[in-house]
């Protein structure tokens, strides 16, 4: 597919959490290394298999010892991904995966904290869990498959098909609308927030390299197709004749600029500001002229413009989605804080343990129950 296959200004890719506190190993790793020997069950044909093959590849780079990593999972199709790394791994509750991840990276800064979730894990039962850990901020790795239906249970509709789908559950049709999980992350205020394809091995690689290196919540949407129950929900983003108009890369640093070449081999239309509506639209480079294209800002405090390109991407049928790093600024971590606060309160009394929890339980109002 014609995206980006470098992503810029990334940082290095050191593990972001408790750097100088996580063991790095004296050797280099190899995929097979994080391998398990369990037998991977999905179906012909799943993206997800492409998805762990990128992971695999990927975790060696960040040079952490693999009793060093944890990958937490809730329920469906993409949640068997622990059984097939060879690190520490939960497969967890429904929808809760997120909050327990918290739990883990607040309690164990030399700790790798990944979540591996759905559309349907993540944004139904799973959707306030979602929301509140990219609003405190806590150091993890959010994955988010989205196959735009439920697979594990055979094919209902989900939080991100499309209006109008018809599935087991929607014989007629769904009246749901569907969410745009990136707007979500940015609208929760998300530090990272970042979209990229099962199919594209080099991009997704990318992006899990921007995602490890950052400090705080990184949540990566990954295209996922399922060929069993939603096949081809990609593929405008994926056809030879159709991905130069349907992907619409974001590079930092770098004009918006999509679609065939034009008579200057030059992509031919572009991200302008909207007048009207105060958000983004697309326009023809050779009307507007290249100076009106927006340059790509994953920086930008502000996510005003970040969200208003997270809306071009159709409700529907996926015509155009914008593919990349959205975001990518930093702000305090909740774990981080967390941990201040406990060596703040340790540091400030001299007693010994015993004594302080004596005074803790009997602290403020206290009643004798005769």
């Known amino acids: 597919m014609t995206s980006p296959t470098t992503v810029s200004d990334l940082g290095t890719p050191a593990f972001r959490s408790g750097i100088d506190l996580v063991p790095t190993t004296d050797r280099p790793q190899t995929g097979?290394?994080?391998?398990?020997?369990?037998?991977?069950?999905?179906?012909?044909?799943?993206?997800?298999?492409a998805v762990l093959k990128a992971v695999q590849g990927f975790l060696p780079d960040l040079g952490l010892k693999r009793e060093?990593?944890?990958?937490?999972?809730?329920?469906?199709?993409s949640s068997r991904f622990p059984y097939y790394l060879d690190t520490y791994g939960m497969h967890s509750i429904h929808g809760r995966a997120p909050s327990i991840a918290t739990g883990i990276a607040t309690a164990r800064e030399d700790l790798s904290v990944w979540v591996v979730t759905g559309d349907g894990d993540a944004l139904s039962i799973g959707g306030n869990h979602l929301i509140h850990a990219l609003r405190r901020n806590v150091n993890m790795t959010i994955l988010l498959f989205n196959n735009r239906i439920y697979g594990l249970t055979k094919g209902q509709y989900s939080p991100t098909s499309e209006t109008g789908k018809v599935t087991k559950s929607t014989p007629s049709g769904s009246i749901d609308h569907p969410f745009n999980p990136v707007s979500l992350a940015l609208g929760a205020e998300a530090s990272f927030v970042a979209r990229t394809v099962d199919s594209d091995r080099k991009h997704l690689t990318s992006v899990l390299s921007a995602a490890a290196a950052h400090r705080g919540t990184a949540l990566v949407e990954i295209y996922q197709n399922c060929p069993i129950f939603n096949d081809g929900a990609f593929d405008d983003l994926k056809g030879p004749d159709t991905k130069a108009d349907a992907i619409i890369p974001l590079v930092h640093g770098e004009p918006i600029l999509f679609g065939a070449p034009d008579a200057t081999g030059q992509p031919a239309k572009g991200l302008i500001r909207d007048s009207l509506t105060g958000g983004v639209k697309v326009?023809?480079?050779?009307?507007?002229?290249?100076?009106?294209?927006?340059?790509?800002?994953?920086?930008?405090?502000?996510p005003t413009t970040a969200f208003a390109i997270s809306r071009l991407t159709d409700a529907g049928?996926?015509?155009?989605?914008?593919?990349?790093?959205?975001?990518?600024?930093?702000?305090?971590?909740?774990?981080?804080?967390?941990?201040?606060?406990?060596?703040?309160?340790?540091?400030?009394?001299?007693?010994?343990?015993?004594?302080r929890l004596t005074a803790l339980l009997n602290s403020g109002d206290t009643w004798t129950v005769a």
């Open 283 to 302: 326009a023809q480079v050779a009307e507007v002229g290249l100076e009106s294209v927006l340059v790509h800002d994953v920086h930008n405090p502000d």
């Open 68 to 77: 060093n990593i944890v990958f937490v999972s809730g329920i469906g199709c």
């Open 317 to 355: 049928v996926l015509h155009q989605s914008p593919i990349g790093i959205f975001r990518q600024v930093q702000r305090p971590t909740y774990d981080d804080q967390a941990r201040a606060q406990i060596a703040d309160a340790r540091a400030s009394s001299t007693a010994p343990a015993e004594d």
């Open 32 to 49: 097979k290394e994080f391998t398990s020997d369990q037998e991977v069950r999905w179906c012909p044909g799943c993206g997800d298999y």
